[in-house]
């Protein structure tokens, strides 16, 4: 059956399995490949991607349930013009990536956060932060959270 | 050092020195006798052909295998190594680009070819250097002759902490170095004037006197055709520009907005995706599967069944999960049913107590010195999985006799020549094409390619492309895990505080002796390997052996400073040699941190120093208990002697990385064993550090000592764990001996 949503302000119609995932729907139907599979149980957060502006883990989403929904991946992160987003370039600042698989999600999870509200405390950040990064990229992708909002990252010595 | 070195590597390693093995197999099998007879070019004439055919097309020009420099003056550097993140190929270029005197914004670095000429000559060199315990020896050895072990080994690895210390120091800084005397002979003849009056710099060539200038590109052509010193001066290190300096990684933009392609997310057209469950015990056969499920399935194609695993093939990840998941095969269990986490600790403790190791290593006599009534602590750790977030995926296509493998792994070359003996293929018609890889912390090593054997295997009874992807749960039940290990040690301590005798008597399937650095000075020292195999392969886990003998050996040093009633800190100086890096480290780390100041209640400090892959490393961790009883690291303090730093930036991260890793397996993971299979699935039961309990703050301070520079990948990992430990001792007199701390809930 076809099911109607958008992707990164796009409309799509999309001939899929109903339960297939949204996470396979992304990356082997529309070849959305910056959302990552993980772990497939959304216990790594590697698939996150924003479903009507609220964080979901895309693995563990039938696409027929997001029919008629607005979908925003890593792709769509950037403006019209191809300036990136304020994290995006906060994430580059702070040298965060280090493997870089699981950043998509992490990035993701924290624009999130920051839309949500507006200055992160370091308890918000690590309520809402539990993607996993087996890298251990944790202290940057604080400093960056803390950078992208305007807080000095005095809170959390990331680099020496 | 004499002109005609001569290194003896002995062809397979004595039982008494199996450790080596992990590493021996890098040059096993090869004598290197005499090796300054041979003849000075940078790689022999043929690698250094091959190269040049495989990376250069019109009006670019091939220096020295590594180098591309085209005639509009881009420079391309190829690295033998797969960034798994440690940024080790920024660092790489930094290193080549620093010699060269190459304008940054130009410089562009990519994944060698996976073929024999892209060999890694400066692994070769650094691993020569390394076992045969003199790394001076190495300098005398020419390029052409390491080229041509490394090509015969197939070695093109990433691992051992090598990338920098050996194929930077060894090789790439020299491939600048001989490349920049060659562009400058060149423009000497071309302007008329002597060399000695020409400067480089951002890639230019320049005669002040004449207010002249050439680009690299333009002298390329002509400079290409030169042959290279094979040993060329390198830059005092004052006027490094490159080097030392923090610059951004090359690779990070492509990381944060989506566009880096890893294994998992390369696509051919036609392509199908199958998934894959092998016997869960290991050593274990496929024994009956009936297809009719998973064929029922809509999307699923075809069910292969393997020796050992039975596959399914659709046409995307979710058919061939489903697919998979509607199956019941039926796996027999090799024999192994009886294995499980208790039967090997059993068997370890049997071991110990018989006292007939596989292996020592020391000095004095153990017996004796112990006396009576010595210090005695048992410890275990359990098997550690790698838990890459990028589980494996590599895509094979066999086409009119030629087969193309896509996917990342640690040896890609390897990779090619494992591909070939399964398809039966001549490596010529065999092609890897190295991908981005998520992770890896030594666990796509050639040794453990299952993924390359499968993958493989399917593509050749297959008309189409086929991706394979391993879905975690097999990727957690599948791993080559750091092993399980016990230890009892015992020490006799004198009247005047000091350790007469010390004894580690460790259990594991594999001696920990070629990656354990026991680094003090004590009179007398036994380290013991008792052996003892299970079903499990022994993986390389992020600074192998030494994770566990870390905490073993900072753990009871911290037990006999207490029963000795002297500080830790005090008692380690006492034990390390005067004037030494170890004692340097040791007593910033102490100074950095505060030791001794107090604390609030309920927190500890505790401390850990552990050298691996010739980096010392030392933390001072502050930790207190949650209401839970988990515990919780408020503050980690690290010094760092690595001997030089190639970039600041990305070797902190690679210590605040590795510090975390450490933590986190100490606090929470374990895989264990039932009737020979595992018993973890998913995250969900191997449980992975997270944000909120990562250190808030940690504090990371190197010392250029300028000793051989060290590995920055691996070694914070091992004095994470011994110094939460002590952290927790000094906060609460428990004392932690078995790992993990939290002990966790069985799947």
């Known amino acids: ?160 | 050092m004499a002109d005609n070195p001569t290194l003896e590597i002995e062809p397979a390693a004595p039982v008494k020195r199996k450790g080596v093995k992990r590493r021996m197999f890098l040059i096993g099998g090869v004598a290197v006798v005499g090796a300054g007879l041979f003849g000075i070019s940078m790689a022999d004439g043929n690698a250094v052909k091959n190269a040049a055919k495989l990376t250069t097309g019109k009006g670019e020009h091939s220096f020295a295998t590594w180098l591309k420099i085209a005639e509009d003056n881009s420079i391309t550097i190829y690295s033998p190594h797969t960034d798994i993140g440690q940024g080790s190929n920024t660092g790489l270029a930094q290193m080549l680009a620093e010699e060269l005197d190459a304008a940054w914004d130009q410089v562009k670095l990519v994944s060698a070819p996976a073929e024999s000429a892209f060999a890694n000559t400066g692994l070769g060199r650094g691993f020569l250097g390394e076992m045969s315990g003199q790394p001076g020896i190495i300098n005398g050895i020419p390029q052409s002759f390491l080229s041509m072990i490394a090509r015969s080994m197939n070695l093109q690895i990433t691992g051992g902490s090598s990338a920098l210390r050996f194929t930077g120091q060894a090789t790439f800084q020299k491939v600048g170095a001989a490349t920049r005397l060659a562009l400058v002979e060149t423009a000497a003849k071309r302007l008329g004037v002597p060399a000695s009056e020409l400067v480089t710099q951002d890639s230019r060539v320049i005669h002040a006197k004449t207010n002249t200038s050439l680009t690299y590109g333009e002298l390329a052509a002509e400079a290409a055709a030169q042959s290279l010193d094979n040993d060329p001066p390198l830059k005092d290190p004052k006027n490094y520009r490159l080097m030392r300096q923090s610059v951004q990684r090359l690779d990070i933009p492509a990381k944060v907005d989506g566009t880096a392609q890893y294994g998992m997310d390369f696509s051919v057209p036609d392509m199908r995706v199958a998934t894959i469950m092998a016997a869960p015990a290991r050593g274990g056969k496929l024994t009956s599967v009936d297809v009719a499920p998973a064929m029922a399935v809509k999307g699923v194609e075809k069910v292969i069944k393997l020796d050992d695993a039975v596959a399914v093939v659709g046409k995307g990840y979710w058919a061939a999960i489903s697919g998979l998941r509607a199956l019941s095969p039926t796996f027999s269990d090799g024999g192994n049913k009886g294995i499980s986490t208790a039967s090997i600790f059993k068997a370890y403790d049997d071991l110990i107590a018989k006292g007939e190791p596989a292996g020592e290593a020391g000095e004095g006599e153990v017996k004796a010195g112990l006396g009576t009534k010595p210090v005695e602590a048992k410890y275990q750790v359990p098997y550690l999985h790698h838990a890459m977030m990028e589980p494996f995926a590599l895509t094979a296509h066999h086409k009119d006799g030629k087969l193309n493998i896509w996917g990342g792994m640690q040896d890609p070359l390897a990779s090619k020549m494992k591909a070939a003996e399964v398809s039966g293929l001549d490596a010529d018609a065999v092609t890897f094409h190295p991908m981005l890889i998520g992770g890896s912390f030594g666990r796509r090593l050639p040794m453990y390619m299952e993924i390359v054997q499968q993958v493989t295997k399917l593509a050749m009874q297959l008309p189409y492309p086929v991706k394979l992807i391993w879905s975690r749960e097999e990727e957690i039940a599948q791993g080559a895990y750091r092993p399980q290990s016990a230890a009892v040690l015992k020490a006799n301590v004198n009247s005047n505080k000091r350790i007469a005798a010390y004894q580690n008597d460790y259990a594991q399937t594999e001696s920990a002796e070629a990656e354990t650095t026991f680094i003090y000075n004590l009179p007398v020292v036994a380290r013991r390997h008792y052996e003892y195999p299970s079903n499990q392969i022994t993986g390389a886990w992020r600074s192998v052996n030494s994770t566990q003998q870390g905490f073993y050996n900072e753990s009871f040093m911290d037990e006999l400073s207490h029963s000795a009633g002297v500080d830790p800190v005090e008692f380690r100086r006492n034990h390390l040699k005067a004037g030494s890096r170890h004692l340097l480290v040791l007593d910033t780390v102490a100074q950095r941190s505060g030791w001794g100041t107090p604390l609030p209640e309920g927190v500890g400090r505790g401390v850990a120093i552990v050298e691996s892959f010739k980096t010392i490393v030392a933390h001072v961790i502050e930790a207190s208990v949650n209401e839970d009883g988990s515990p919780k690291v408020n503050k980690v303090f690290t010094v760092v002697d690595a001997g030089s730093i190639v970039n600041p930036d990305a070797a902190t991260a690679q210590i605040e990385g590795g510090t975390i890793m450490g933590l986190s397996s100490a606090i929470g993971e374990a895989i264990t064993l039932d009737k020979g299979a595992v018993q973890q699935s998913n995250f969900t039961d191997y449980p992975i550090l997270q944000m909120a309990g990562a250190p808030p703050v940690h504090d990371v301070h190197f010392i250029n000592s300028g000793a051989f520079m060290g590995g920055i990948g691996e070694p914070g990992v091992p004095p994470a764990a011994p110094a939460l430990a002590n952290a927790l001792f000094a906060a609460t007199g428990k004392r932690v001996r078995n790992l993990p701390i939290l002990t966790q809930a069985k799947a």
Not at chain 1, 24 to 31: K, M, P, T
Not at chain 1, 68 to 80: D, N
Request: hydrophobic share 40%; with cysteine.
């Open chain 1, 1 to 160: 059956m076809a099911i109607d949503f958008s992707v990164n302000g796009k409309a799509v119609s999309l001939q899929a399995e109903p339960d297939t995932p949204l996470l396979w729907a992304l990356r082997e139907e529309l070849g959305l490949t910056g959302t990552k599979f993980g772990c497939g149980v959304a216990a790594c957060g590697a698939c996150s991607v924003h479903v009507n502006g609220e964080i979901t883990r895309s693995c563990s989403v039938p696409v027929s349930d997001v029919a008629g929904k607005s979908i925003t991946t890593i792709e769509g992160l950037k403006g019209a013009d191809g300036t990136l987003h304020a994290v995006q370039k906060a994430w580059i600042a702070a040298q965060v990536p280090q493997c870089g698989y699981c950043q998509s999600g992490q990035i993701m999870a924290a624009v999130a956060l920051i839309q949500k509200t507006g200055k992160p405390s370091n308890d918000q950040i690590d309520a809402a932060m539990t993607n996993i990064c087996r890298c251990g990229t944790y202290p940057r992708i604080r400093k960056a959270i803390q950078a992208a909002t305007g807080q000095a990252a005095a809170a959390s010595q990331g680099a020496a």
